[in-house]
């Protein structure tokens, strides 16, 4: 059997071969994980709550079963963000109000991946509801950025990033409304990717239709990420916007080759102020398309409503699905939790109104501008990774900000457009800190979004920087 470390430094994929072929076990890679965490987690807080020995007896149910017969996932570990829920495992939402809850039923994107022969081994860390792209709560503490462990692992799904950028994860669960899943991959240096509405089936709660948050897979390259995308998406009859699986599957897709033959670079979709260096290398990294034979052009979709209705359409999702913890659990809640419930609770049917017409219309001309190009390609954060002890980023490139999501602009304008998108790892800063290219295709182009994601990926070289133990900060 190979020893821990090689173990660890595998991809997922020549991970999910060697279970088929019988030279590893799904105990060995929990005892490998195991390990792992206890020398690195301390140093990070990634994965605040561990459920080995509920791991290990479904590993050896999923044992019983032939080779070959255990699903697309075989027996690989995984863990679950700690905003969704997983049978009998503590489930806190970073949340005080929810610190000792342990629920009796998974969501159903859970049972999808068990299913597929994921094994859930830990919950990872995110900021209280999800609120904030910087990882930390009052429960568990902050997560620390492995690059710089002074620095911010950003969020939500801030603890799955750092568990695979330092080894102690081979694939992640995460999800994603303002960039959850691009922002950490892109301040990590691992690959995020928020799928198409309904991609990923999860359990509906509060509302049916609620679309801005999806669900989606965390890795540390693109392959390894399609595998993830394919053991997580599909129809289910308990989400009823979940799609059919198509024919072909994402890592098919993501090895196709395929390359697009027109891209869009914009270093701010012109929306947002951004960090000069982040824009260079950004800038930099999209332009090797052309090495591929790749026409690489500057222009992006109109997306000029994109604050005001983010801010709207996510006012109004934290006031249906917190208000009541508003008026009988205040003391426990964060400022910036608190603020946005309020502003939800203000909102009239007016202004509801006018941001869903503003999002049908920058899906629409974002609709039309896919007609030119295969692939938009933008910096996924405009900062690179700031100090851990701020909440947020206040200012960026002279400009402040006006609330604590603002600076996420240009990541929540492709949700709102209703776009796949990932973040792709495609440099480092003066000082050592990874930089996340995002990459955005038209609605429900899953497929040759990874295609291109891996062209790019091969050009630039960048993938097997990770897994890396982590770095304290220069002194």
Request: charged share 20%; proline share 8%; with cysteine.
């Amino acid at each position: 059997m190979p020893s821990d470390q090689a173990l660890i430094r595998s991809t997922a994929c020549a991970i999910v071969d060697q279970l088929n072929s019988g030279e590893v076990t799904p105990l060995d890679l929990l005892g490998a994980l195991e390990n792992r965490i206890a020398e690195i987690d301390g140093k990070t807080n990634a994965l605040p709550t561990l459920c080995f020995d509920r791991a290990r007896a479904q590993a050896k149910a999923l044992m019983q079963k032939p080779v070959g017969e255990r699903g697309l996932l075989a027996g690989l570990p995984i863990p679950i963000k700690d905003l969704t829920n997983v049978a009998g495992v503590k489930t806190t939402q970073g949340s005080p109000i929810y610190k000792d809850t342990i629920p009796a039923h998974s969501d159903i994107v859970v049972e999808l991946l068990e299913s597929n022969g994921g094994v859930v081994y830990a919950k990872s860390n995110t900021p209280e509801f999800g609120a904030g792209a910087h990882t930390f709560n009052e429960v568990f503490g902050a997560t620390r950025n492995p690059w710089n462990t002074s620095r911010s692992a950003s969020g939500s799904s801030g603890g799955a990033a750092v568990a695979l950028a330092t080894g102690m994860a081979w694939l992640a669960h995460g999800t994603d409304m303002g960039g959850s899943l691009r922002n950490p991959a892109s301040f990590c240096g691992i690959v995020g990717m928020r799928p198409s509405i309904g991609r990923v089936p999860h359990s509906p709660a509060f509302k049916i239709d609620r679309n801005l948050t999806v669900h989606g897979p965390m890795a540390r390259n693109i392959e390894d990420i399609a595998l993830l995308l394919d053991a997580m998406s599909g129809e289910h009859p308990a989400d009823p916007l979940s799609l059919p699986r198509l024919p072909t599957s994402f890592l098919s897709a993501a090895r196709s080759g395929k390359r697009p033959k027109r891209i869009a670079y914009s270093p701010d979709l012109g929306i947002t102020p951004v960090d000069p260096e982040v824009a260079a290398i950004t800038r930099k990294a999209a332009s090797r398309f052309a090495e591929a034979g790749v026409i690489v052009e500057e222009a992006h979709p109109d997306l000029r409503e994109a604050h005001e209705c983010f801010h709207v359409l996510r006012a109004f999702d934290f006031a249906i699905t917190k208000a009541a913890l508003l008026r009988s659990k205040r003391e426990y809640l964060k400022p910036e939790v608190i603020w946005n419930i309020e502003e939800g609770l203000k909102l009239s049917v007016e202004q509801l109104g006018r941001a869903e017409a503003q999002r049908v219309a920058m899906a629409a001309r974002t609709l039309e501008f896919f007609k030119t190009y295969d692939l938009l390609l933008t910096p996924a954060t405009i900062v690179a990774p700031f100090p851990i002890e701020n909440r947020y980023v206040a200012e960026c490139a002279g400009q402040k900000f006006d609330n604590y999501v603002e600076w996420l602009g240009i990541v929540y304008a492709i949700t709102l457009a209703c776009c796949p998108a990932l973040s792709l790892p495609c440099g480092f800063t003066a000082s050592g800190l990874p930089v996340g290219l995002q990459m955005v295709a038209a609605p429900r182009g899953e497929a040759p979004l990874l295609a291109g994601a891996k062209v790019l990926e091969d050009i630039l070289g960048v993938r097997g920087t990770t897994p890396i133990d982590p770095k304290a900060a220069p002194q």
